[in-house]
């Protein structure tokens, strides 16, 4: 296993291949739909726009984030780990007759290879395929080629720098990982990758989003919309942002050397339950922690008495100013 501090990705670039679901959905209906089933903004994306959405439950909880892309006529998205399926079959209990609304699952056709860190803009350019930071804004996607190598090059959520996902026909994977490589990034593999992302603080299905959990307590306050009308959910995160008031907020933790916690154990306070962990990889930790206790900051400690030490608590981000 490679061992790599965020730090040191600032300066490095990794590529990883993520498991993640691919959607291909075509129709008159398909950003109509996409927009009054989950939190975010989406009818207005035109091609080569992209942006992050939640499917929430009726009370608000996390189904799945996804990523979507849209081109001139039809939308990819980008599903949590191996979770394609099973977004095909939530969304089809909402499309009515009268929706021009298909889907097609391309997780098998394709794969998503992820590529993190400070250099990951320079292997692109070694390879001809940006030129710069600047060509691709976050969730912006273009179709790239190299030689015979097709693909689609796709801005994503910054792990120790520009990010990127580069999704590619699965018979071309091996190849397109040659060359990512040659151009300098560096393989890793998803236990190297499962500490970065908890490091980045960055919430994975399964872990940090569940119908455990809304997105506003999972820090995604971007991926919702708070004007742009109904969607399922809505009135529970609506309200929650209204008042202010938060049940429990995801906190990132560095765990001391002797410390062995694991995924889903308590948060103790005085020796009470305040909270669970969610990822544990490498000396950090990612958890929810009740918002009451996180005004006076008490010593927070594993189940077995291990100290938690909080090192970021994700807050909504301050509005920007023009």
């Not at 929430?56 to 001139?72: K, P, Q």
């Not at 990132?252 to 969610?278: C, E, H, W, Y």
Request: hydrophobic share 40%; with cysteine; proline share 4%.
């Amino acid at each position: 296993m490679t061992v790599m501090t965020l730090d040191e990705l600032q300066t490095k670039t990794t590529a990883v291949f993520t498991p993640r679901g691919l959607i291909r959905i075509t129709g008159e209906s398909r950003l109509d739909l996409l927009d009054r089933m989950s939190t975010n903004r989406v009818k207005q994306l035109g091609a080569g726009q992209g942006t992050a959405t939640i499917l929430t439950s009726d009370i608000g909880r996390i189904i799945d984030r996804l990523l979507v892309y849209a081109a001139d006529d039809h939308i990819w998205l980008v599903t949590g780990p191996n979770n394609g399926e099973n977004i095909i079959r939530y969304l089809m209990r909402f499309v009515f007759f009268n929706d021009d609304f298909h889907m097609a699952n391309q997780s098998a056709d394709r794969q998503v290879l992820g590529v993190y860190g400070g250099a990951s803009t320079a292997v692109f350019t070694t390879l001809a395929l940006l030129n710069s930071d600047d060509d691709l804004a976050l969730h912006q996607w273009q179709a790239v080629q190299l030689g015979d190598l097709t693909a689609t090059l796709h801005r994503t959520d910054p792990i120790g720098g520009a990010s990127y996902f580069l999704i590619v026909p699965a018979a071309q994977s091996t190849e397109w990982q040659s060359q990512l490589t040659a151009a300098g990034a560096q393989a890793i593999d998803n236990e190297t990758y499962q500490r970065l992302r908890v490091q980045a603080g960055l919430p994975q299905l399964g872990a940090e989003m569940s119908l455990d959990f809304i997105p506003l307590e999972t820090n995604l306050w971007d991926d919702v919309s708070f004007n742009k009308g109904c969607y399922i959910g809505q009135e529970i995160i609506a309200r929650m942002e209204s008042r202010g008031r938060l049940a429990k907020k995801l906190v990132q933790f560095r765990l001391p050397s002797s410390a062995a916690p694991t995924a889903g154990s308590d948060i103790l306070a005085d020796g009470k339950a305040v909270g669970m962990l969610t990822s544990v990889a490498g000396a950090y930790a990612l958890g929810y922690v009740k918002t009451a206790m996180l005004t006076d900051l008490p010593q927070l400690t594993t189940s077995d008495n291990q100290p938690l030490n909080i090192t970021q608590i994700f807050e909504r981000p301050e509005p920007e100013t023009t």
